[in-house]
């Protein structure tokens, strides 16, 4: 009695409390949570609401108590502020049957303002909302190169260097409203190999020994794009030899991409029983690791709901990471006539 309305001369909040308008939080205190900024907030949580409630159980008499005990993820509304662990309340939503149901048909986009999003979290769209059209074309490439090899006299060994300017390529580009850039990429090939006597390994036959090194640059590269750049840098290392008159014939390939962190080891040992007749053994083991980049402004596939870390992001597997779990173990028979 004697308490003033909101907006009337003299209204205190922390002593008349509110009987109209939007819920003060100073006049209830932390509880009452934080005040909703705009209509549309206060619709979103209002339909919050409603959906908890829909996950009520079944009560026949509607005398609005459940005609049984609730299950977790069951709206009691004798216990509408439930905060026990995993049990659907109005302060645990996110265990409600009908809201967990709305998860299902519902994702994220990303969290950048050009994709709907607001910095921090993403715009939830339904699946049917999602997606995009894919055009597959296949076009001229227009490529300009140059090779040359020539011996070296010092070192003894035979050098080859290729050169080639791709223009036009096209990569994948997150930042991009269709999702594709292109960007001119410039090769360099530099291979040199070298017959070399390791004597007390084998004394009876040189040991072939081939390095090659693959640059590329990529002009025009932007932090969208899905792959490595501006700079990539592939090695491989390859060293054979054969022993009893080269019946027995061991190799080994090393392989090592900069950028991704990629590689492989390629061991393998053939053995000719005859000139047309031959037996060979290996293992191709490859390892590497997906590299996380942002996701797409318009993606092609449907939304999905993600958390953590990398909740806007996914996953990309560039140079040997593509093939980093395909490792294989394989013998082969090999006749010929």
Not at 189 to 208: A, E, G, K, Y
Not at 243 to 270: E, H, N
Not at 283 to 291: D, I, K, L, R, Y
Request: proline share 6%; net charge negative.
């Amino acid at each position: 009695p004697g308490a003033r309305a909101p907006g009337a001369p003299g209204y205190d909040p922390l002593v008349d409390g509110t009987t109209a308008g939007l819920v003060i939080p100073a006049a209830f205190g932390a509880s009452a949570g934080q005040q909703l900024r705009s209509e549309m907030a206060a619709l979103s949580f209002n339909f919050q609401l409603l959906a908890a409630a829909l996950s009520s159980p079944p009560d026949a008499n509607n005398d609005l108590i459940p005609d049984g005990p609730s299950e977790p993820d069951e709206f009691d509304p004798t216990d509408a502020y439930s905060v026990d662990p995993g049990q659907c309340s109005w302060a645990q939503p996110q265990f409600c049957s009908v809201v967990t149901s709305f998860f299902t048909i519902v994702g994220q986009q990303r969290n950048a303002v050009r994709a709907g999003g607001i910095g921090n979290f993403g715009r939830t769209d339904f699946l049917w909302h999602s997606g995009g059209e894919v055009v597959l074309q296949y076009e001229k490439r227009n490529v300009l190169g140059f090779s040359t090899d020539f011996p070296e006299d010092f070192t003894k060994s035979n050098w080859s260097v290729e050169s080639a300017w791709i223009d036009g390529q096209r990569f994948n580009d997150v930042n991009a409203l269709d999702g594709v850039s292109q960007a001119d990429t410039f090769n360099l090939t530099v291979s040199v190999d070298r017959p070399t006597f390791i004597n007390f390994l084998n004394d009876q036959r040189t040991f072939f020994l081939n390095a090659q090194v693959f640059f590329q640059y990529v002009a025009g590269y932007n932090r969208g794009f899905t792959t490595n750049g501006p700079w990539n840098m592939l090695a491989t290392l390859t060293v054979n030899t054969g022993y009893f008159r080269d019946r027995l014939q061991p190799a080994l390939t090393f392989l090592f991409d900069q950028q991704s962190g990629s590689g492989g080891l390629l061991p393998k040992i053939t053995y000719r029983f005859t000139s047309s007749f031959s037996a060979t053994i290996g293992v191709n083991w490859f390892f590497g690791s997906p590299e996380f980049r942002s996701n797409p402004l318009m993606p092609v596939s449907t939304v999905d709901t993600q958390v953590g870390r990398h909740a806007y992001h996914q996953g990309v597997e560039n140079a040997l990471a593509v093939v980093a779990d395909r490792d294989e173990v394989f013998f082969r028979l090999r006749y010929t006539w």
